[in-house]
């Protein structure tokens, strides 16, 4: 998988001398960053072939849920754009989460997880839906008990983690699928572009990418990821109806209970934007043109014409990348001690 994607991201080549000859080249590398050529690092979780192996298991595995029904791939399809292409996702005895979920694609590039930032990694995002009442309203507990009772999920911890007394463990189950997940790196003709290939962006793209930045999408639209850092009041010029700004949601408020964080929320990384609808944390909005034309009005208090949210769109179809082949792990199978599936909330 490794190689795989190396020798798709060296395709891409690299910024030459005459490449930034070009000023919307210049302009543009000042903005954005071109993917890594290798696999991102993560902090204190050093990311290793059997370690990938181990977290994709455990991504794809429902009975991470108590219900054995829900895994991080039913909210996360790598299939439709590393989301569930959901208004809100449905979970633990079809209840409907709060908020839309954003797509795994990338994410280990984002500054921090979640619409409102509460996770600062992959590790913490991971614990989060298993623990949740409206996910996969399972505990730590029992899933390590699930996770022991299967002896080929504890030799593959005890290969990935060896040296520790005891490698099935809560935390451990984390770093695993975050090193699987920081694998998840799409490079896209945006990328290519940036690198110096200059027929990797069509006119109308190149077009859209000048209006993005002249606009100023780019001030919180930035970086490698194209976003998915810094956090912003969705209306900083004119604040969504509740039909797209539910009020109930009072965004990183939740997390920091400061008032000047009430409808904050971080910004969207917009790689592969065209693939996951629908759009912003409510769900509300499923045409990205129109995704485009609410935050010309609401973040830059600018009406956009048709025209112009058109070209911007065929710049955000740039960002749309090539995912790494994904082929099914075969999970270890289930034994008398494997806690049976439940249709109740496991307690601690």
Not at 46 to 52: C, V, Y
Not at 271 to 295: C, E
Request: proline content about 8%.
């Amino acid at each position: 998988m490794r190689r795989l994607l190396l020798a798709g991201l060296f395709t891409l080549g690299v910024v030459s001398a005459a490449s930034a000859a070009d000023p919307l080249r210049q302009q543009a590398l000042e903005v954005f960053k071109p993917l890594p050529s290798t696999f991102p690092t993560v902090k204190d979780n050093k990311i290793t072939p059997d370690k990938i192996e181990l977290g994709k298991m455990l991504f794809f595995d429902p009975r991470l849920s108590a219900s054995g029904v829900f895994s991080c791939n039913s909210c996360h399809n790598l299939g439709t754009g590393g989301d569930d292409n959901l208004e809100t996702s449905i979970g633990h005895g079809w209840q409907r989460g709060p908020r839309n979920s954003p797509t795994v694609l990338n994410s280990v590039l984002n500054e921090a997880q979640f619409w409102d930032g509460r996770a600062s990694d992959l590790k913490a995002q991971a614990k989060g839906p298993i623990q949740a009442s409206v996910e996969m309203a399972n505990t730590p507990d029992n899933v390590v008990k699930t996770l022991k009772s299967m002896p080929d999920y504890v030799s593959s911890f005890g290969k990935v983690f060896a040296g520790e007394t005891d490698a099935v463990t809560f935390d451990n189950m984390a770093k695993a699928i975050e090193a699987y997940e920081a694998t998840l790196i799409t490079p896209a003709p945006f990328d290519a572009w940036l690198n110096g290939d200059d027929d990797a962006l069509s006119p109308d793209q190149k077009k859209g990418l000048a209006l993005f930045m002249d606009k100023g999408c780019a001030a919180c639209h930035s970086g490698v990821n194209v976003g998915g850092h810094g956090y912003y009041p969705f209306g900083v010029v004119e604040r969504p109806g509740a039909e797209i700004l539910p009020l109930n949601d009072k965004g990183r408020f939740v997390v920091t209970k400061t008032a000047d964080d009430e409808y904050v929320y971080r910004a969207a990384p917009l790689r592969n934007v065209a693939l996951t609808r629908p759009y912003f944390h409510s769900g509300k909005v499923w045409d990205l043109g129109q995704a485009v034309a609410i935050m010309g009005s609401s973040q830059l208090g600018e009406e956009l014409g048709d025209g112009d949210v058109k070209l911007i769109v065929a710049f955000l179809d740039s960002l749309t990348g090539k995912l790494p082949p994904v082929t099914l792990p075969v999970l270890p199978p289930e034994t008398a001690a494997t806690p049976r599936p439940t249709a109740e909330v496991v307690k601690p």
